[in-house]
């Protein structure tokens, strides 16, 4: 059985920094396309950044591009978010995700979320 559990979310002030893990079990990291996503209030997801596995590149959404950074840690099955000068408009929640076929361009498993929360 896949599970991903997110962790690391919560209320930040704008420009401030936040860290996200997402810790696997059931499902090895180095085989498939792993990334992020967020849905925000009223608003539907929106893929924030993913590790492609079918050409190696790594995808962020524009507006995340220089202030956000995916990583993993493949010993640990558990993969980051490190998100720095965080706006307004970051604020959302934030699922893990892992894509089977490995091209980014749908995850199959994802876990619960976090919400973090950026305030003026």
Known sequence: EVQLVESGGGLVQAGGSLRLSCAASGVTFDDYAIGWFRQAPGKEHEGVVCISR????????????????????????????????LKLEDTAVYYCGVDLVGSCMRYDYWGQGTQVTVSS
């Open 54 to 85: 079918s050409d190696g590149k790594t995808y962020y959404v524009d507006s995340v591009k220089g202030r956000f950074t995916i990583s993993s840690d493949n010993a640990k099955n558990t993969m980051y978010l490190q998100m720095n000068s």
